[in-house]
């Protein structure tokens, strides 16, 4: 699957005027349409995409904007989240996490408690991790099967967030609000 039908179905999928929940089950139907080698080739292609946002400063900016705690999972909901922001934004939050103070959609966060973000406001998009799952069990009948077709071109997929060590300490205040400015001061200056 080529980068650009890939995120054509991402930009599909985020376009759709329902929750997350609902946006993922568009997108399985969709990828139900597609030949089987496409249903994995867009697997592939997600974990591509996501694993660029797989760092440790990322990690530290959804620290920043989930109030100081990300666990594994979280992280990776938010890296599947980032998604939903678009291909030119994620590319740009990609390579400067800091830049996510910038995006609407974390300016909004931003504005409001943290208590009061819906379901839908959550930087998250755990459904869009199961939709090729999905959509492969429906096009082929067999459960579970997308993991062996793809060990059975050769991606082991990696299950967990495992960034790269870099030289500061993404759970230091002073370092993330050095490397981490403006987002810093985004949610420093959040109503608790």
């Not at 179905?9 to 997350?20: K, S």
């Not at 705690?69 to 678009?86: A, E, M, N, P, V």
């Amino acid at each position: 699957m080529t980068e650009e039908a890939f995120w054509l179905l991402i930009t599909r999928a985020a376009e759709q005027p329902c929750d997350r929940e609902e946006q993922a089950e568009w997108l399985t139907e969709e990828l139900t349409r597609l030949p089987v080698d496409q249903i994995v080739a867009f697997q592939i292609k997600l974990s591509e995409v996501r694993l660029r946002a797989d760092t440790w400063p990322m990690w530290a900016a959804a620290r920043v904007i989930q109030d100081g705690f990300c666990s594994d999972d979280s992280f990776w909901y938010f890296q599947l989240w980032l998604l939903t922001l678009g291909r030119a934004t994620f590319a740009r939050v990609v390579a400067d996490p800091d830049t996510l103070a910038e995006t609407d959609a974390v300016r909004a966060l931003a504005s409001r408690p943290m208590k009061t973000w819906s379901d839908q406001d959550w930087p998250d998009w755990e459904s869009l991790d199961y939709a090729a799952h999905e959509a492969y069990q429906d096009a082929t009948g067999r459960e579970a099967g997308l993991e062996q077709a793809l060990l059975e071109t050769g991606h082991d997929l990696p299950v967990n967030p495992d960034p790269a060590a870099i030289t500061w300490d993404v759970a230091e205040p002073d370092a993330v609000a050095e490397h981490l400015p403006k987002l810093t001061f985004l949610f420093s200056a959040k109503v608790a």
